[in-house]
């Protein structure tokens, strides 16, 4: 498939990972006009929190709040009512908490709806296996047997059948994932490594062309990105090896 430069910049999620509103803020005015998504994390909301949320939505980025949201179904569905109405566009739970869970923060997201002038909800993704997890570490430490790719899937079909938008992955499991779930199930993935970048603490990891070619909805990059000397030309790189 052939993109162009702004839909390939659409498929991309910067993952702003830093523990201050000034540090987050600087790099969004280094890649101020590429398309891209942002990608709010623990770090950054614990540290700026929803007003800071809002004012990239202001300045009208597509926003995807990675909480992964993991406790009872009342609690998520109390904390996805809340999230909904910071008008984020896509936030997720951890499918382990199973489908009650995942069909919870659905609810929640309806709740918000239900008293709320209109605009398009939120997407609600499930986190299967997180990509730093090897199959050594799901199976002699978590104590899952089988291959990542197994439990990937059959995380991905909790999450479907809760009726969730798609699931977050490794580019690694993204053919079998929509193949047991259909083509239209989102994949988000994180483990998105440009050649010669170092991997880091991620296990499960493809190059951005790579990841395009297996048919990854979405590609989440942090580090590549923002541990760069210049972010914003290591982003048009990565653009430029997708068009
Ligand atoms: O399975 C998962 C789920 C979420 N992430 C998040 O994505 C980014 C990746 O950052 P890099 O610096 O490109 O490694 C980061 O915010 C993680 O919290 C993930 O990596 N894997």
Known sequence: MQLTKAEAAGKIMVALDYPTTDAAAALVQALRGIPCWLKVGMQLYYAAGPSFVAQLK???????LDLKLHDIPNT???????????GVDLFNVHAAGGVRMMEAALEGVDRARAGSAGGAPPQVIGVTQLTSTSRETLNEEIGIAGTVEDCVVRYAQLAHRAGLSGVVASPLEVQA???ACGRAFRTVTPGIRPAGAEAGDQS??????QALACGTDYMVIGRPITGAPDPREALQSIIEELV
């Open 58 to 64: 202001e300045q009208g980025y597509a926003v995807f």
């Open 76 to 86: 998520v569905k109390g904390a996805s009512e809340v999230i909904t109405r910071l």
């Open 177 to 179: 994932v929509k193949t």
């Open 204 to 209: 499960r990891i493809m190059t951005p062309q």
